[in-house]
């Protein structure tokens, strides 16, 4: 039968599963030999097996006794006795902090005779005894029993007015005595029955109130943002309890080994008098800084500081620990290694290696992805003290302010102008993306981290607040709670906190993104920020296996990404080539009677494309650069069908005639004719290439004439060519033929060389990989496509109106647009990288796609042995770092 109770001494730091993080940092303090009080730990599996069985765990209470006697006689008293009673405290503590997530319940073992056996031991303190009573029933009753926690508030509340005092501190025995019959009448009249007085039913129905609090909203709610599976459960800590409510030599702290605000080292902490240690944490009353405490008791803090130096050592990372003082006795409640602000992730990591408590290995695993990417995000200079004017959901990082506009037109106009604007919208769609563009930040009114304009924005680096509920969008207006805000009108939003303030807050750009721009004032160089970040941006690229490239369309966009460190281009698009004054042209192309007209309009894109090119190669100077040729449907390039049809509907009653009405109604026909219900399974991709004639020819001509003449200026151009959408290789095979005549016809004897490869994205690309590779020198799997053909659902529709329920039930913990599935989508990866290298040993594998700039994908990625990811320039670095990590990672796991 399972074990499901150890005691402190058994256990050690290593078994946060089983113990959770506060049982297995308890016993490794124990075995350390510091001043822990006795103790023992009920497991995760007890807690799981509770909440699946809804009751009783057999043989659980049979081990609790045991465990409890075993410390009742250890500390030479027995559980809630009359004349000496031990008390305990119930506390949980599951694998991962969840910080005030889940319950603990004080002072178990207290009833109506203890409370005199506890004067007594208290050296006939009553107050003490009473007040220590109060709170048990207090937490018992909120915990244990759901009563209204404000009850209990009230009638202490009442006391005090009563007694005409303003502190807790203030009431004396009597008082106190009164006020347990207060609460034990609030009690009885919520729960039913008496307070229960049998310490063991104290203790039983603690324990299980902890293991339901697992359960508790505000703690699902935690998990699902943290992204803490739900089924690990909490362990429950039985522990002796000790007291900081004995007098002024005791007390109670909290206190950390580095500030975990900035990582410099130092004395953090905080420290109360006279109080148990709930009393810090809820903030009741003033703390003293913890460096006062040497002058209170010198010899307690110097064996704190002690302590802390030999957690540090132990640990090699930043501590924080819960202490409390009683009579002048130091006891060690709880340890773990701290949380901080990303900024002091990178700083204590650079120190860590400094001081030689561990190695770069070590220091790179010690900072995420996620950190960095907050580092690079510009802040509010909120010194100003702005008010905010409403509050939605943080969707997307950054500071943004502008002029408010509401259509997408407006903001792409406006931004034309160079004014920066914020795009405000009930809720976006797709239409909206060319304002998303333009605009600096984007506020919505409705939907939360996975609404159309959440995801969009954060795949662009994009400031944005959605569902700020508060905001009632007009046509030229919006309020909030009567105060308007105009068209026109300035407003500044905060992508981290949700915050909307009217007019202009101050921005100040992140240093780390200048650091990677290379244009960092020379004073910031060796803040220890930016000293922490290049070292250990340094020592991630030396261990990575995974390259990283990026999606760039243009010049500028290929530039920056260069100096974020891509080691080439994975993704460049080239739809927008054919969009803004070139739409004639592709009007022409589309509505072309003949060849010859097809012929002229195509002739007249190709110098257009292949002045773009050489733009981008140039930028990209001997590192490769993927261009995949044109993808989405033509009809995306054509007016609106309503607008048209109303259109032409005026013009044949105006009985208007001449060459625009007669272009009109071609027009029509044609948008009629290229009409598709699921454009995204339609006329699109290498479909696109095989039916319009000329028009992929076209693009290859472009690309291979500016490879050459970038190698004629002395360039080293290294083009990939990347067919879109295949699903047999058939399709492939047809590309390649007429690609390869054109590239051989330019090419010539320049001695440039073109690579032509497939994006993987269709399922039955991945599943008959190895027939695609004959005709592929590459796969580059477009995760985006692949996940919504996988999953049969379209990311526009689904993410609005149904991923909120499929996150709520878990279906799925995080959207798998977001982070790659791996079990299906991430399947099909592996299957076509094997399969395609059976038939291709050395068969280039990558990824472009939103996922490749997502840390936990990217981790996939490099275990299933891609050779890069491609992601947006602005992470990059992101991406760097994590395949550092992975890559640390993995040779870690294999020494094992
Ligand atoms: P949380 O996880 O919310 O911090 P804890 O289980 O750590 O909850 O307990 C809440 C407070 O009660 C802490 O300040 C802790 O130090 C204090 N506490 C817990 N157990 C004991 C004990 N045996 N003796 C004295 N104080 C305790
Ligand atoms: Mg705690
Ligand atoms: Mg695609």
Redesign the pocket.
């Known amino acids: 039968m399972a074990k499901y109770v150890y005691d402190f001494a058994e256990g050690n730091k290593d078994l946060k599963d089983l113990l959770g993080g ?1 049982g297995a940092n308890l016993a490794e303090m124990t075995n350390l030999g510091l001043p822990v ?1 006795a ?1 023992f730990t009920i497991t995760t599996e007890a807690c799981q097996r509770f909440l699946a069985e809804g009751s009783h765990v057999d043989g659980l209470d049979d081990e609790i006794d045991r465990h409890l006697a075993a410390l009742e006689s250890a500390m030479g008293r027995r559980l809630g006795d009359a004349a000496d009673p031990l ?3 119930v ?3 599951a694998k991962f ?8 319940v ?1 002072n178990v073992g207290l009833n109506d005779e203890s409370v005199a056996g506890l004067s007594r031991q208290a050296g006939g303190n009553d107050r003490f005894a009473w007040d220590s009573y109060r709170r048990l029933i207090q937490m018992f009753g909120k915990t244990v029993c759901d009563v209204p926690g404000e009850e209990f508030e009230d009638a202490l509340h009442k006391a005090k007015q009563a007694k005409g005092v303003r502190d807790d501190v203030q009431l004396d025995s009597d008082d106190l005595k009164s006020l347990v019959a207060a609460y034990k009448k609030v009690f009885s009249k919520h729960v039913g029955h008496e307070f229960p007085q049998d310490p063991r039913q104290q203790l039983d129905q603690a324990v299980e109130a902890v293991f339901r609090s697992w359960n508790a909203d505000r703690a699902v709610l935690y998990r699902r943002q943290e992204r803490i599976p739900a089924d690990l459960g909490t362990a429950v ?1 039985v ?6 409510n004995l007098g002024p030599d005791s007390g ?1 702290g ?1 206190a950390f080994t580095r500030d975990p605000a900035t990582g410099e080292s130092g004395i953090y902490g905080d420290y109360l008098q006279n109080a ?6 809820a903030g009741i009353r003033n703390t003293l800084p913890l460096a006062d405490l040497e002058k209170i008791d010198k010899k307690s803090y110097d064996e704190l500081l002690q302590i802390m130096a030999t957690l540090e050592g132990h640990y090699h990372d930043l501590c924080d620990i ?3 003082i ?1 009579r002048g006795k130091l ?1 060690m ?2 340890t773990r290694v701290g949380k901080r602000t990303a900024a002091a992730a990178f700083t204590i990591a650079a120190q860590l290696v400094e001081e030689g408590m561990i190695d770069l290995d070590e220091a790179v695993t010690r900072v995420s992805g996620a950190q960095l990417a907050q580092l690079m995000f510009p802040r509010f200079d909120l010194s100003g003290d702005p008010t905010a004017l409403t509050r939605g959901v943080g969707a997307s990082p950054g500071a943004a302010y502008g002029e408010v506009v509401f259509t997408s037109a407006q903001a792409v106009a406006l931004a034309g102008e160079g004014r920066s604007v914020i795009l405000v919208r009930r809720e976006t769609n797709p239409d909206d993306l060319p304002g998303m563009i333009a605009a600096q930040g984007i506020l919505t009114a409705r939907g939360g981290k996975t609404s159309h304009a959440a995801v969009v924005a954060r795949g662009m680096g994009k400031t944005c607040v959605c569902g700020a509920d508060q905001v009632e969008v007009g046509r030229d207006q919006f309020t909030v709670h009567g105060q308007v805000v105009h068209e026109g009108d300035v407003i500044s939003i905060d992508g981290t906190t949700g915050r909307v303030y009217l007019g202009e807050v101050p921005v100040r750009p992140s240093e780390v993104v200048q650091y990677f721009e290379g244009d960092l004032d020379p004073a910031l160089a060796n803040e220890p920020l930016v000293a922490a970040v290049h070292q250990l941006m340094t020592h991630a690229d030396e261990r990575a296996r995974l390259r990283v490239r990026t999606n760039a369309d243009t010049g500028p966009d290929a530039a920056r990404a260069r100096r974020f460190g891509a080691q080439g281009i994975g993704l460049c698009r080239t739809e927008h080539m054919f969009l803004g004054d070139r739409r004639e042209l592709v009007e022409r192309l589309i509505l072309a009677h003949n060849k010859t007209e097809r012929d002229d309009a195509l002739a007249a894109l190709q110098p257009l494309q292949r002045a773009d090119f050489l733009e981008i190669f140039r930028e990209m100077n001997g590192l490769p650069v993927t261009v995949r040729l044109i993808d989405p449907p033509l009809h995306e390039f054509l007016p609106s069908l309503e607008e048209l049809a109303v259109q032409v509907a005026v013009a044949k009653e105006r009985g208007s005639s001449g060459e625009e009405a007669e272009r009109d109604e071609r027009m029509l026909a044609a948008v009629r004719r290229m009409h598709e219900s699921n454009p995204m399974l339609g006329l699109r991709g290498v479909r696109l290439g095989l039916v319009i004639p000329g028009l992929f020819g076209m693009q290859v001509r472009a690309i291979a004439e500016a490879a050459v003449a970038l190698a004629a200026e002395g360039g080293r151009p290294k083009p990939e060519i990347m067919v879109p959408l295949v699903g047999a290789v058939q399709e492939l095979e047809t590309v390649r033929h007429e690609a390869e005549r054109i590239i051989a016809e330019v090419v010539g004897d320049s001695g440039v060389e073109v690579l032509i490869g497939t994006m993987i994205e269709v399922p039955r690309a991945a599943l008959t990989a190895g027939q695609i590779a004959e005709a592929a020198e590459f796969f580059s799997f477009g995760t985006n496509d692949l996940t919504q053909m996988a999953w049969g659902f379209s990311r526009d529709d689904v993410e609005g109106a149904f991923f909120w329920r499929y996150l709520e039930l878990g279906i799925f913990g995080i959207s798998p647009f977001e982070s790659i599935d791996r079990d299906g989508v991430g399947r099909l990866v592996r299957i076509a990288g094997e399969e395609g290298r059976a038939t291709r040993p050395g068969l280039k594998l990558g990824v472009c796609g939103e996922h490749g700039g997502d840390p936990e994908s990217v981790h996939f990625f490099h275990e299933v042995g891609l050779d890069y990811v491609s992601c947006s320039p602005f992470r990059v670095p992101i991406a760097r770092l994590e395949a550092g990590r992975a890559a640390v990672e993995s040779a870690g796991s294999d020494h094992r």
């Open positions: 506060k009080p103790g008390l305990v405290s506390r949980s503590g902090s969840m910080p005030g997530m889940m319950e603990t004080l800590n522990v002796a309890m000790v007291f900081g109670t909290v148990q240690g709930e009393d810090v944490v819960e202490f409390t009683e006891w409640l709880q």
